[in-house]
């Protein structure tokens, strides 16, 4: 039953499927009262990505789309406050508005049930022709009903498909990007084809100095990043590995290992500088950029190793060459839309099972199989393959 949602967990199912029928006798008398609309191009338009920061890069490109169809439109865009200044970093939206939904904020409590409904509905004073939700969850797909607008587009896979005007499935064949640029493309008809050339993130000067500015201790020697958190324990690799990649790279191409990391990372970095040999040069900026003064320093390096994280997306954003290593989850949904970087994973029966949120018993508590069978020599190889083009 309710498998028209694409809910892994069972319980989670029936919640969200039993929600559902609640939601479509709450929204019936708007939807009976809906006006076909007058067929002009929207004037006010939201936009909702409230995700990490990986999920609102994804959608950049569908987000500029949105733009290049509505040039003369007001289009204000709604993330996490984590994501504020990448969002005017991405230059698509007139105005960025920050909402912190208690159930993707981790830093801080997320706003309250009650503060999230004023907030939403708040938006009604805009006048909305158009709002659209690019991630599929019955529970934004409460806030886009809470504001008011004329047409509210989204997908109904993950719930609250009664409170749209223009419900789509979300495809869980084709990559995030491909999923919004489809929805986009749903809300304003138009051509095919992106833009191109494709967005670049307009970062500050000042981004740019700060990168200058730790990159100089580098003393001009090749610079190989190095981010040693998962973001999650299911998506985490052994540190000790990454200490091994570190070595052996900064050994071979003399160079300076450049570790990332947010101030909830500092352990897992720690471990990994630790392990790292005394005659290679380590730069450790855990805890020390925000996003965009990290998108600088990624433009500079050489060569990212990640595993599935928002720094693999962002260095994807700014052309950087990156390893990406994957475990649970899908490449062909989360892999970084970039020419230069190769993602790096086993094949195993049960991977990718994509149960990042609500991992198996079996994969807690460790390293899972899907991760413990990509060896430290495998990573060092591909990336050679990116430092030496050649090989």
């Not at 040039?71 to 865009?77: G, K, N, R, T, Y």
């Amino acid at each position: 039953m309710f498998d028209d949602l694409q809910i892994y967990d069972w319980r989670e199912r029936w919640a969200v499927g039993l929600a559902d029928a609640g939601l479509r006798v709450l929204a019936a008398p708007s939807r009976l009262a809906r006006s076909p609309g007058s067929g002009a191009p929207p004037r006010r338009v939201l936009a909702l990505r409230l995700e990490r920061i990986g999920d609102l890069l994804m959608t950049h490109e569908a987000l500029a789309l949105l733009r290049s169809r509505l040039p003369s439109a007001d289009i204000d865009l709604v993330v996490g406050s984590w994501n504020g200044p990448l969002a005017h970093a991405m230059a698509v939206a007139n105005r960025v508005d920050l909402l912190d939904a208690p159930w993707l904020a981790r830093e801080r409590p997320g706003a309250s049930w009650t503060r999230l409904r004023a907030h939403a509905r708040g938006w009604r004073g805009r006048g909305y022709d158009l709002a659209i939700n690019l991630e599929p969850d019955i529970r934004s797909n409460l806030l886009l009903w809470w504001s008011g607008a004329a047409r509210r587009v989204g997908y109904f896979t993950g719930g609250g498909g009664a409170l749209l005007t223009d419900a789509a499935a979300y495809d869980p064949a084709l990559h995030t990007h491909d999923n919004a640029m489809r929805l986009v493309g749903l809300a304003t008809p138009g051509p095919a084809t992106a833009p191109s050339p494709s967005p670049r993130l307009q970062l500050p000067e000042v981004a740019y100095e700060r990168a200058r500015e730790f990159l100089a201790l580098a003393g001009g020697s090749t610079c190989v990043g190095i981010h040693a958190s998962g973001g999650r324990p299911v998506k985490q690799w052994h540190a000790g590995r990454f200490t091994e990649v570190a070595a052996a790279l900064g050994r071979e191409y003399g160079a300076t290992i450049v570790l990332t990391g947010a101030p909830a990372d500092a352990a897992i970095v720690r471990e990994v500088e630790a392990g790292i040999p005394a005659g290679v040069r380590v730069l450790n900026l855990c805890g020390q950029v925000d996003v965009l003064d990290l998108a600088a320093v990624l433009e500079r390096l050489a060569v990212f190793v990640t595993g599935d994280t928002g720094p693999m997306h962002l260095a994807a954003a700014v052309g950087t060459p990156l390893v990406a290593l994957f475990g649970p989850s899908v490449p062909a949904r989360y892999a970084p839309r970039s020419a230069v970087s190769r993602v790096v994973r086993v094949d195993l029966p049960c991977s990718p099972c994509n149960r990042i949120r609500l991992p198996p018993d079996r994969c807690r508590g460790h390293v899972p199989d899907c991760l413990d069978g990509i060896s430290a020599g495998h990573v060092i190889e591909v990336t050679r393959g990116l430092l030496d083009p050649g090989r």
